[in-house]
Each structure stands twice: as structure tokens, then as C-alpha cells.
């Protein structure tokens, strides 16, 4: 099956899976949004309360702070594949290991089938994920944010750049600005390598 295919029958599937409790609270399961050929694949957390009612990522009120984000880096959110770790609502937005454990492999199919090149988490539960994902240490935000690791496995090379979950920046102005600089910095470096024009 091609990728888009197979990412369109993913989305089915989400949409009536119970791998976890998650399923009892959800109005709408959320996938993801974006171009299957994108270059570079944004993972959050989980639905928020407005992304569970619209079905789409990042449309609340931390996904008006990422579009400034996006902005601010020089990027079109239109090229940007999106998606979370969890497809659905997290009522108290915390995630169990256990919830992870059984949506993430949603999460690596994607990233199978997208194969960006590079992966941009946000939060320490996506950044924790992917980095162990690809074999590397997991590290708190405040020493990893705004860096670029390399990450390989088998045939797969991708670069890691952990950002900081722009909900945190709601609930924290100071890192507000922390955020600005590291996207501004982030689109000089992706424009620098090529991989954004
Ligand atoms: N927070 C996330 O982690 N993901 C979303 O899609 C929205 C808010
Ligand atoms: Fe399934 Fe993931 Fe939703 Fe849990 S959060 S029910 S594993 S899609």
C-alpha cells in the first residue's frame, strides 16, 4: 500500500479504537494534518479539548501560540506534517505509560510513512519518546530545546530538534520568549542545511 493509502486507513482506524481507556472520553479522535511528503513532522502530546471537538491538532488555544511559532521560524504550517503521541483527548492532559505504550505505535507508523527529516517534539513526552525511540538519552527540556541530534536506525536518518510544548509557555510567559528564539533560530538552521528554502 502506498503511504497515503495506508496513513488514510490509519485515520480510519483511529477513529473507533479502545488500545486504551482513552477511547471513553473522546468525541473525535485527532491523527494528524499535513502533507504526506512533508519534510519535516511536528508531535505533540495529545488532543486538547478544542482539537477533540474539531478532529484537528494544534487548533487551541497552544496552537494559535505554534502558528506565531511557525511564523516566527519562516515556515508554512501547510507543509508541516502534525500529529501527537496520544490520537486522543487526555482529559487531565497527562499521559499513563500505559496509554503511551499502546497508541505510540500509531506514532511510528507515521513516521514510517512520512519519513520526514526532521522530527520537531513538543514537550518532554514526545521529546522523551523519540529520542529513546532513536536510541538516545532522554534529557530534560530545559537542557535539550531548541538542539539538533541525529538520529538513526536501519535505513531511517532523521534529525531531532526538541522544542518546548507551547502550552508551557501559557502556563510560564517567561519561556515565551525562550520559544521565539529557539523557532527563529530553528528556520535559519533548516534554510542553512537546505531543507527549507
Ligand atoms: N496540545 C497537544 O499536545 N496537541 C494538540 O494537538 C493540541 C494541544
Ligand atoms: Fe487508541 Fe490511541 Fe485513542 Fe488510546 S489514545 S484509544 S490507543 S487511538
Known amino acids: 500500500m502506498d503511504p497515503s493509502s495506508r496513513l488514510k486507513a490509519l485515520r480510519n482506524e483511529v477513529k473507533t479504537c479502545r488500545k486504551c481507556s482513552l477511547w471513553k472520553t473522546r ?15 511536528l508531535v505533540g502530546l495529545g488532543p486538547g479539548k478544542q482539537e477533540d471537538l474539531q478532529g484537528r491538532p494544534f487548533v487551541g488555544a497552544a496552537g494559535k501560540l505554534l502558528d506565531e511559532l511557525i511564523k516566527e521560524a519562516g515556515l ?42 526532521v522530527l520537531v517534539p513538543l514537550g518532554n513526552v514526545a521529546a522523551n519518546y523519540l529520542l529513546k525511540k532513536f536510541g538516545m538519552e532522554p534529557a530534560p527540556m530545559e537542557e535539550i530545546h531548541g538542539k539538533f541530534f541525529r538520529a538513526s536506525m536501519l535505513t531511517q536518518s532523521m534529525l531531532i530538534v526538541p522544542m518546548y510544548h507551547p502550552a508551557s509557555a501559557l502556563r510560564n510567559p ?24
Open 27 to 41: 468525541k473525535n479522535a485527532v491523527f494528524d494534518e499535513g502533507p504526506v511528503d512533508a519534510r519535516i513532522m
Open 174 to 197: 517567561p519561556l515565551r520568549n525562550v520559544l521565539f528564539e529557539d523557532w527563529r533560530e530553528f528556520g535559519s538552521r533548516l534554510r542553512s542545511l537546505g531543507i527549507v528554502p
Open 76 to 117: 508554512n504550517r501547510e507543509r508541516l506534517y502534525i500529529t501527537n503521541v496520544l490520537k486522543c483527548f487526555l482529559p487531565e492532559n497527562r499521559a499513563t505509560e500505559e496509554q503511551i505504550k499502546a497508541c505510540a505505535p500509531y506514532l511510528d507508523e507515521q513516521i514510517d510513512l512520512v519519513s520526514p527529516e
